[in-house]
Nanobody, 123 residues
Framework: QLQLVESGGGLVQPGGSLRLSCAASGFTLADYATGWFRRAPGKEREGVSCITSDGSAYYADSVKGRFTISRDNANNTMYLQMNSLNPEDTAVYYC?????????????????WGQGTRVTVSS
């Protein structure tokens, strides 16, 4: 059974850092497009950063230069390193996977989702 499990969320002060992890089981992450999405209070779920099956990365404008997506194929795990966090980054963060043919970070194209991990940026 295909499963994605996020971890690493929490409370952090503005300017701080967090690293989110997404552990996959039942499939090989490297064979899929995978990504991080978030849903802030009162807003729709949005794509934060995605990485295609060939390793190309996409970042939303709001996180460019601050967030870095990566995959550890040996451990079948995806990460999101988040630096210089600000209150606008407060959200529930989800990891997701899509068929290898997907080359976008649109939530509508991702079929498999984790349960989410909450990130709160506040002083």
């Amino acid at each position: 059974q295909l499963q994605l499990v996020e971890s690493g969320g929490g409370l952090v002060q503005p300017g701080g850092s967090l690293r989110l992890s997404c552990a996959a089981s039942g499939f090989t992450l490297a064979d899929y497009a995978t990504g991080w999405f978030r849903r802030a209070p009162g807003k729709e779920r949005e794509g934060v950063s995605c990485i295609t099956s060939d390793g190309s990365a996409y970042y939303a404008d709001s996180v460019k230069g601050r967030f870095t997506i990566s995959r550890d194929n040996a451990n079948n795990t995806m990460y999101l390193q988040m630096n210089s966090l600000n209150p606008e980054d407060t959200a529930v963060y989800y990891c997701a996977a899509a068929p290898a043919s997907v080359y976008s970070c649109s939530r509508y194209e991702y079929d498999y989702w984790g349960q989410g991990t909450r990130v709160t940026v506040s002083s």
